[in-house]
């Protein structure tokens, strides 16, 4: 058998396995791990217009299930602010903005204050017993301190899950 021959036969036989009708591999890999990319909300956070050239803090926050679904988990990361800093800080309902405020998601104990490190940057989970919201105004509120509760320094409105 010649050398093109023998090419021509190992290439129809690639060809015919890799185009088998007959086999069944799964179209996509599912996991459990996928079943609250759904139901995630998601917040950027920023200081309000008034503090412009005082406080300049960013960040995300977002709330979702537990891996049960009874309880509500909410993170919170913050950035550039100033280092050593102990900022407390809470999901509230309704929206950043005076007069939209309807209270503390869960219990204000379940929001321990954020711990500002060397950078600047700081990280926080809070676990809420309460079911994920499907619907409404949620949003995260970061304040000056314990002292200074009254004063926000970093807001953002929760976008609700895609469908």
Not at 11 to 25: E, G, I, K, Q, V
Not at 99 to 117: H, I
């Amino acid at each position: 058998m010649s050398i093109h021959r023998l090419s021509a036969l190992a290439l129809l036989l690639a060809a015919s396995t890799a185009c088998n009708p007959f086999r069944r591999d799964p179209a996509v890999q599912m996991s459990t791990d996928d079943a609250t990319i759904n139901s995630r909300w998601h917040a950027n956070l920023a200081s309000p217009a008034a503090l412009a050239g005082v406080v300049q803090m960013n960040g995300s926050a977002s709330m979702a299930p537990d891996k049960n679904g009874d309880r509500t988990s909410i993170t919170i990361d913050l950035a550039n602010a100033s280092p050593g800093g102990l900022h407390p800080w809470e999901l509230r309902r309704g929206q950043c903005g005076a007069g939209m405020d309807y209270g503390v998601f869960g219990t204000r104990e379940a929001y321990k204050p954020l711990e500002v490190d060397s950078d600047g940057h700081a990280h926080a989970t809070a676990m809420v017993a309460l079911r994920t919201p499907t619907t409404g105004s949620y949003f995260i509120v970061v304040l000056a301190s314990v002292a200074n509760s009254e004063v926000v320094v970093a807001c953002g409105n929760l976008a609700p899950p895609t469908r």
